[in-house]
């Protein structure tokens, strides 16, 4: 069993009044309020068990970007990768009921930028949430997700499998002590940790009323990037993020619109690590748009036989896609 | 007076003895034939009596019993007429010195006395000599069929009357002689060529492997696009029947009465391209005498399903059986036949029911549920019987930019032959000698991937989407695609190559 320090101790139990405020104020006098911090062994004992580790306010390891909130967390339980906090990050947020187009463009936003390198962080809920953590897993890229209850717990059921993948592969993060049920007041609390530490806010898809505009709020008021897909003007799962475009949000289409933004180079086609001929073809295609075969040979001089190879070999390789009648275009997740 | 003359008729692609008796006796003229004759026989008996007057003999005013032994099974077509109009005369002593024991017989007979072809001379005759008769009278316009049976001894007839006269003194009459059957000299004659197809790269490439490794193939593509063009020039590249295949889709042809008189054998491989309107029986024979169908029609070539979600799903599902046997099973009341049936499917479909799908052109005006239904209409057992599903190019003749002249159909056929010798070598004593056929047993065998290339199989079904019946399919094209480049291991690129050609396994269409 890991040693605690006694002030470590104290902000465990500091951690577990549900009022925010008064939950900082209990930390910032922690030693003073729990004299008796052998009560937090048992807390410690239940973290073990579940393989929960804790970092609170006072380490040294303790997240800075954490630390410029107004009432910053006494202590933050995780499992996994904690360095992943130092990374770029993105929060990706959006409606648990999601329409399919939502959660093809969560997914796609995700893995595209976990390609270059980007955490994606999002809140292990269904919908939106999901598919962004899927989305960067699929591209073998980091990821955070931040939940609104204990650790021990999970929440949603559906997702166990997934949240036992983040733990493996990314990090998952609390400022709930285990035990701690997932009631309505905790999400817009969860939600201002989603936007602190990352450098923008992708909406993908919300609602009306939907706590993906809490987050988009939070980012605003924490000057972060607030970034938005547009959405389909007659579905009602959109009217939340069309709405935010129209007042605040950056309406952004492809990969290469946020990579701008998080001070990134947008190089249009993405042609790290092809070869000569391959670039050609990617470039020839980029000019056309969509175009056949037979178009990419005579444009690039390449001869017909070695082009269907390549395109074959691109194909596999998820840069180029192809279409009825042997059209390719480039792949969404390469611009 | 009685008089016995042998002749055959034909149960399914056998031929079947039938005796046939005629007896003459006095009493009230008339004529009964017995012995279970079809409308067809029975109907011989005004031809034969025209025929007999009309070839200057007398047609005896005597009671006349026609006997077609054996009695018990059912007879069909006109072939008998010759024959009875022969007994007849010999019964009737008009004909006195008839020497006809060791002929068989065989003939329509017209009003006027000549004798008229009929079907299925080829495989009577071959039946006729497993029986250990070797002598023939057959119709003069069945001769080029008939000199293709080693062996026989045939007397082509024009007339009733030639007929007469070959029985009473065989001195003037020589037997046709017999031809051998050469391949090259004959074949090639298909009209086609796929120097006539311009572009099409992959649809090309794609029949060319199909081809090699006896696997049946599906085009995808706008109607316009050539895909019957190119499906009709399967043929072309296929290798040359043998003798032995040449005979055994020739006996089918001659049975369904499509022969052409004028050649004789089948010598081309055929194509047959059913309507998609056709019906069961239509596709795999059958009818009160279970005639064959068109899957037996082109056996050992191409059976061409232009449009195929239109047909019947009924009709398609019906293909099944030939496609994994090779024979087709026809029952009928009176009798069941089992028909040859192994040829090379080629199918071509629209990407969608207005054909647009997909062009960059053209509108399609298809909803999605329209195109998905359009696209399940094809089974997925059926499907698991088209190893290469290969997207024709949708594209305009002025859009084509490919100006290089295309490979003609030879250049190809010398790649096929050489990966049909590496797979023969390897199938060597087995039934099935192409790839299309291995069994479990085979592909743990023949197919065994490296890690490269299992890499690349096991990519392709994460990153396009591929259902689990495309695993094998997919491996035995490779094996061909390596077959045709000489390769005995089949590396990375061949599988990368194979899993180009499972379109509709990629779920393209949701």
Redesign the interface.
């Given at each position: 069993m890991k040693e605690y320090q006694a002030y470590q101790k104290a902000f465990i139990l500091a951690s577990f009044e549900t009022d925010l405020k008064k939950r900082c104020y209990l930390a910032d006098n922690a030693l003073a309020n729990f004299r008796r911090t052998s009560e937090a062994d048992k807390v410690i004992a239940k973290m073990e068990k579940y393989g929960i580790s804790v970092i609170t306010s006072e380490d040294d390891e303790y997240p800075g970007r954490l630390q410029q909130l107004n009432y910053a967390p006494p202590a933050l339980y995780y499992k996994g990768n904690l360095d992943l906090l130092k990374t770029d990050c993105v929060t990706i947020v959006g409606s648990r009921r999601a329409s399919r187009y939502g959660v093809e463009a969560a997914e796609y936003f995700a893995s595209g930028l976990a390609e270059r390198g980007i955490t994606i962080v999002s809140g292990l809920a269904m919908g939106i949430d999901a598919a962004a953590h899927r989305g960067a897993l699929k591209s073998k890229g980091n990821t955070i997700a931040i939940m609104a209850c204990g650790l021990d717990r999970v929440y949603p059921q559906e997702n166990a499998e997934l949240m036992e993948e983040i733990a493996q592969k990314g990090l998952l993060l609390s400022e709930y002590p285990p035990g701690t049920p997932p009631l309505a007041f905790r999400f817009p609390e969860r939600n201002r940790i989603m936007a602190t530490i990352s450098k923008g806010v992708l909406v993908a898809e919300a609602g009306k009323k939907s706590g993906a505009l809490i987050t988009a709020d939070c980012a605003l008021e924490m000057g972060k990037e607030l970034w938005v897909v547009p959405g389909n003007i007659f579905s009602r799962s959109c009217e939340g993020s069309n709405e935010l475009l129209k007042e605040c949000g950056r309406l952004v289409t492809r990969i290469g619109d946020i990579i701008a933004d998080t001070g990134g180079e947008d190089d249009g086609v993405n042609l790290v690590g092809l070869t000569e001929n391959e670039k050609l073809v990617l470039e020839a295609i980029d000019r056309e748009g969509?175009a056949?075969?037979?178009?990419l040979?005579?444009d690039t001089g390449i001869s017909?036989?070695d082009i269907?190879?390549l395109l074959?070999?691109l194909?596999?390789n998820?840069i180029v896609k192809?279409?009825?009648?042997?059209?390719y275009s480039i792949a969404k997740n390469r611009h | 007076m009685l008089s016995k003359i042998k002749s055959y008729t034909l149960e399914g692609l056998m031929g079947l003895g039938v005796d046939i008796e005629i007896d003459i006796n006095a009493g009230l003229p008339g004529y009964e034939t017995v012995g279970l004759p079809d409308a067809a026989v029975k109907e011989s008996r005004e031809r034969v009596r025209a025929a007999i007057k009309n070839s200057g003999f007398k047609y005896p005013t005597k009671r006349i019993t026609v006997n077609l032994a054996p009695a018990d099974s059912k007879k069909e077509g006109a072939l008998f007429d010759l024959p009875i109009a022969l007994g007849i005369l010999i019964a009737g002593d008009q004909l006195l010195k008839a020497q006809y024991k060791d002929l068989t017989i065989l003939g329509e007979l017209s009003l006027d006395g000549t004798v008229r072809p009929v079907n299925g001379i080829m495989p009577i005759l071959i039946s006729a000599m497993q029986e250990g008769r070797t002598k023939f009278v057959i119709p003069l316009g069945n001769q080029k069929e008939a000199s293709y049976v080693e062996g026989a001894e045939v007397y082509p007839v024009a007339t009733l009357r030639e007929a007469c006269m070959l029985l009473c003194d065989r001195t003037g009459f020589i037997p046709i002689p017999t031809k051998k059957f050469t391949p090259t000299a004959e074949s090639n004659k298909y009209g086609v060529d796929f120097a006539d197809v311009k572009g099409q790269f992959f649809a090309r490439r794609a029949i060319e492997i199909a081809v090699a490794g006896g696997h049946n193939i599906l085009m995808i593509g706008p109607p316009g696009a050539g895909k019957t063009l190119m499906a009709k020039c399967v043929p072309t590249i296929m290798p040359d029947m043998t003798f032995e295949e040449a005979i055994e889709v020739t006996k089918i042809h001659s049975v369904a009465g499509i022969l052409d008189a004028n050649k004789g054998i089948v010598s081309t491989r055929p194509f047959r391209a059913p309507h998609h309107t056709a019906t069961i029986p239509a596709l795999t024979g059958g009818g009160t005498f279970a005639r064959p169908g068109e899957v037996s029609l082109a056996h050992n070539g191409v059976l061409f399903l232009d449009e195929a979600p239109e047909y019947q799903r009924r009709t398609l599902e019906a293909l099944r059986q030939p496609l994994e046997d090779g024979v087709v099973t026809v029952s009928r009341a009176r009798l069941t036949a089992e028909y040859p049936a192994r040829f090379m499917l080629v199918a071509g479909m629209n990407p969608c029911p207005c054909g647009n799908f997909g062009s960059m052109t053209r509108e399609c005006r298809c909803t999605p549920s329209e195109i998905r239904r359009y696209v399940n209409k094809l089974s997925g057992p059926l499907l698991d019987r088209i190893d290469l599903h290969v997207e024709v190019d949708g594209i305009s003749y002025d859009e084509l930019q490919d100006e290089t002249p295309s490979e003609d159909s030879a250049a190809i056929k010398a790649r096929v032959e050489a990966a049909r010798a590496i797979q023969r070598e390897r199938f060597e004593g087995k039934r099935n000698h192409t790839n299309s056929g291995m069994d479990n047993n085979d592909l743990r065998k023949y197919c065994r991937l490296d890690g490269p290339g299992d890499r690349v199989l096991r990519e392709a079904y994460e990153r396009l989407n591929l259902t689990a019946r495309a695993g094998t399919r997919i491996i035995k094209v490779a094996r061909t695609i390596a077959d045709l480049e000489g390769a005995s291991q089949i590396k990375a690129e061949h599988v990368a190559e194979a899993v180009q050609y499972r379109s509709l396994d990629r779920k393209y269409w949701e």
């Open positions: 969509t056949h075969y037979s178009r040979a005579q017909i036989p269907a190879k074959m070999k194909e596999l998820g192809r279409h009825t009648g042997n059209y | -």
